[in-house]
C-alpha cells in the first residue's frame, strides 16, 4: 500500500448553530461553497465531537484530541499550553503559570490588574530584567506574551502544580500562593520568592519610572495563575510514526504542536492569527510543507474570531474565503495526499462563545468510498457515512486512509 | 449566553418493535403523532442506547444515565432504589432491601411468598410494629410498598451489602442470610435477626388474628432480598448547576430521582404511575415547575404499562394521548426552553418486557441546527442529525443546548 500524507485543515470554531440572523440557517449552509461542497461530494463526511458529545471544548483540548490524544489523561492545566504557546515549551517535570504583568500599591494590593495593558516593548525590557534567575535550586523562566500576559515555567527537582495562585483575580491584596497537597510547599515558596523579587526588581525599573512621569500605571509586579504540570507527551512522530508540522498563527495553537513534538512552521505573513490573515498563503505554506512532512496541520483562526464577535454577515465572509482556500488546494490534490476539512469546535454567532455541538468533518482522497453527502454544513455533513466521531478518532482514520496505521492482531 | 431550562420527557417503554398485528410496523409509525412529528420536523432527533447497544435497561439504569451519571459506576442493587422509591432515601453507607412480606409455617417454611397479596391498612398495621428497632447498634427501618412489597434500610457502621437472601424466591425453609465477603457477618446476623424477629412480633399481631379468622394467608413474616448499598451520588444540582424536580407517579422512578437530590413534586391527580394518568395534568404540573427549576424530568409510565401487557391497541391509544400532550407542550413553548422528547427503554408490545433497541429522541429549542427528520418513530430519528447517542450523554447535549455546559480547556 502506498503511503499517503494528510493535511488536516481546522478551521477554528467554524460549526455553527441556526443564526437568527440567517433565518435560522448556519453562515456553512447559506454561504455558496462550491470546492467544500466538492469535497463532501467526493469524499467522505461526518460529525465529529471533539471531547464527547455535549461537552464544550477549549482551543487546547481540541487541538489534543485532533493530534489523537485522550484529552482527558493529558490535559494538565492551561499553564503549559499558554506557556509553550508564547515559546516556553517545557517537558515532564517542569511546572508553568500563567501571569499577568500587573500595578500594585506599596501596601501590595492590586489596584490594576492588567498594569494599563502594558505591552511591547516595555514588556520585553521589564522582562529582560528577570532572567537567569533560580530560587532554592528551581530554575525561573519567563517570557512575555500579548499586552499583559505572560508565561512562568519553573524547573528543578521536587515541583509540584498542586498550588494556589498568587493572582488575587480582583482589586485587593496580593495573595500569598499556598501548597494544595503534600509536597507542593517548595513550589509555593519558590512562586512568592518570585513574585516578590519582581516587584523589588521592577518598581524603580527605568520602564517604570518613565511609566510614571507619563501618568500610565506601573507594571511593577507579575502575578501567576493556573498551575499546570507539563504533560508526559509520548512525541507524535513517535507515536504515529509520521513527521509532523503545523502552519498556524495563534499562540496557543502553536504551543500545543510544540507540546506535542510537532515543528511549529513560521510563516509570519500568513499566520497573524487574525481576520486579516492570507488564507492562500496558508494554504500555501502547508502545501510546501506536506513535501517535507507525512503531517501538516493547518489552523485557520478567521471564523473563531466572528463567532466570538456574534457577526454572522462577517463569518460569511470568512467562509467564503475558506471556500476559495479549499479551490487552491483542490487545484493541488495529488494522488498520495489524504485532506480533511474540519473544525476545532463550534463558535456558534447567537452563542458568542465555543458550545460542544458536533462539527462538520469531511475527508478526502483518492479510492475512497462516495457517500451521499451533497454539501459540507453542520447539518448535510450528519448524513455522511462517517456517521459520529469523536475527535480523537479522527487521527487513526486519518492514518488508515493514509495506509498508515498498524494492524492490530494477525 | 442566555441560558435556558430544561424539560426532558421521558415516554417510559415508549420505544418498539415491528408489531405482528400492525402489519410489521410500529404503535408510533401507526398512530397519528402530528405534534410529535412538528418537534421532529423543527428540531433535531436521533437514537439513543440508554446503556450501550444492545443492553436491556432497567428503568432504575436508563433514569440513571438520563441524568447523567454512568450507570456501570453508580448502580449497585436494586434495593437501594426500591427503598427510596417508597420513600426509605438513605444515604452513603445504608444498606437497604426489598422485601415481602410472607406466610411461613410453623417450622418456618414459606407457604405464600406475598401474604395473600396483602395491603394496606394491614401493611401499615404491621409495620409499624416494627418500627423503633435497633440490632446490635444497627438502627432499622421498615416501610411498605404496593401491596405485598416493602423495604427495609440499616444504617450504622460496619455494614456490607454483600450477603445472601433470606427470601428462599420459592416455597419452601426461610434461608438464613450468609456473608458472601468478609466483613459482612454484621450484616448478615442482624438480617437474621430482623426475620426472626419479625415472625416473633407478627405471629399473633391482631391484624393476623383477624387474617386467619378470615381465612387470608397471615403476613407473618418480612423476607429480604437485593441487597444494595446507597451508592455515593454527586447530588444532581451540585453536579450539573441546575435546580433540578421531576414529575413521576412510579415510585422507583421517583427514588431514583430522589436519590439523585432532585426535588421530586407531588402531584397525586397527574401521576398515578398508571393508565389512567392525566397527562395534561402532568405536562401542566412540568411546565409550572419550570418556572423555579432549571431542570425537570417527566415520567409517563403508561407506554410502558401497555408494552408489558402486550396489547399493542392499547399502546395506540397511550401513543395518541402522548400527542395530544404534546400538543399542550408545543403550544405553551417559550424562546428559553430545550424540550426533549425520548423513552428510558423500549418495551415491544410482542416482547411484552424491555429490550436493549434503541429509542427514538428529538430534541427542540430555538436556533438549533434542522435535520432532515420529519416523524417522531423508532425508524424515523435514525436519519436526524443526532445520529446514535448513549444514554449518559443527553444530559450533556441538552445542557449545551440550554447554553449551560462548562468549557474544558480554554
Not at 440572523?21 to 465531537?49: H, K, R
Not at 499546570?228 to 502552519?247: E, L, R, Y
Not at 497573524?272 to 485557520?300: H, P
Not at 483518492?366 to 469523536?390: H, P, T
Amino acid at each position: 500500500m502506498m503511503k499517503k500524507r494528510i493535511l488536516m485543515v481546522v478551521m477554528d470554531g467554524l460549526g455553527d448553530r441556526g443564526c437568527r440572523s440567517l433565518g435560522g440557517l448556519t453562515p456553512l449552509q447559506v454561504a455558496e461553497t462550491p470546492n467544500l461542497d466538492w469535497f463532501a461530494q467526493n469524499g467522505s463526511s461526518g460529525i465529529m465531537d471533539l471531547i464527547s458529545p455535549g461537552v464544550r471544548p477549549g482551543s487546547d483540548t481540541s487541538h489534543l484530541s485532533l493530534l489523537g490524544y485522550e484529552p482527558y489523561s493529558v490535559y494538565k492545566g492551561r499553564g503549559p499550553f499558554e506557556a509553550a504557546g508564547i515559546g516556553l515549551v517545557g517537558r515532564k517535570g517542569d511546572v508553568a503559570f500563567r501571569c499577568n504583568f500587573s500595578t500594585v500599591d506599596e501596601a501590595m494590593n492590586v489596584v490594576d490588574r492588567r498594569a494599563g495593558r502594558v505591552k511591547e516593548p516595555d514588556t520585553v525590557e521589564l522582562v529582560n530584567a528577570l532572567q537567569g534567575m533560580t530560587i532554592q535550586g528551581i530554575e525561573v523562566h519567563v517570557r512575555q506574551g500579548t499586552e499583559h500576559r505572560a508565561a512562568l515555567l519553573l524547573r528543578g527537582p521536587g515541583l509540584s502544580a498542586d498550588v494556589s495562585d498568587a493572582d488575587p483575580h480582583e482589586m485587593g491584596p496580593v495573595l500569598e500562593s499556598r501548597p494544595l497537597s503534600p509536597g507542593a510547599d517548595l513550589t509555593a515558596r519558590v512562586v512568592n520568592e518570585f513574585v516578590r523579587r519582581s516587584y523589588e526588581i521592577w518598581k524603580d525599573h527605568p520602564v517604570n519610572q518613565r511609566r510614571r512621569q507619563e501618568g500610565l500605571p506601573e507594571a511593577n509586579i507579575l502575578l501567576p495563575r493556573g498551575a499546570g504540570s507539563f504533560p508526559d507527551i509520548d512525541p507524535f512522530p513517535q507515536k504515529h510514526g509520521m513527521k509532523a508540522a503545523c502552519v498556524a498563527g495563534v499562540g496557543m495553537i502553536k504551543g500545543i504542536c510544540g507540546i506535542c513534538g510537532l515543528d511549529v512552521l513560521d510563516v509570519p505573513e500568513a499566520c497573524t492569527g487574525g481576520l486579516d490573515t492570507d488564507m492562500i498563503a496558508k494554504a500555501e505554506a502547508a502545501l510546501s510543507a506536506l513535501k517535507e512532512y507525512d503531517f501538516v496541520l493547518m489552523n485557520i483562526k478567521a471564523p473563531d474570531l466572528t463567532g466570538h464577535d456574534g457577526h454572522a454577515e462577517e463569518k460569511l465572509k470568512v467562509v467564503r474565503r475558506l471556500d476559495t482556500m479549499a479551490a487552491y488546494i483542490r487545484e493541488r490534490l495529488e494522488d498520495d495526499m489524504v485532506v480533511a476539512f474540519t473544525a476545532d469546535h463550534c463558535t456558534p454567532v447567537d452563542a458568542g462563545d465555543h458550545t460542544g455541538d458536533p462539527v462538520p468533518l469531511t475527508i478526502y482522497t483518492q479510492g475512497l468510498v462516495q457517500d451521499r453527502c451533497q454539501s459540507f454544513n453542520e447539518a448535510d455533513c450528519a448524513y455522511g457515512r462517517l456517521g459520529r466521531l469523536r475527535g480523537c478518532d479522527l487521527l487513526p482514520v486519518l492514518m488508515d486512509m493514509a495506509n498508515r496505521s498498524t494492524k492490530f492482531g494477525a
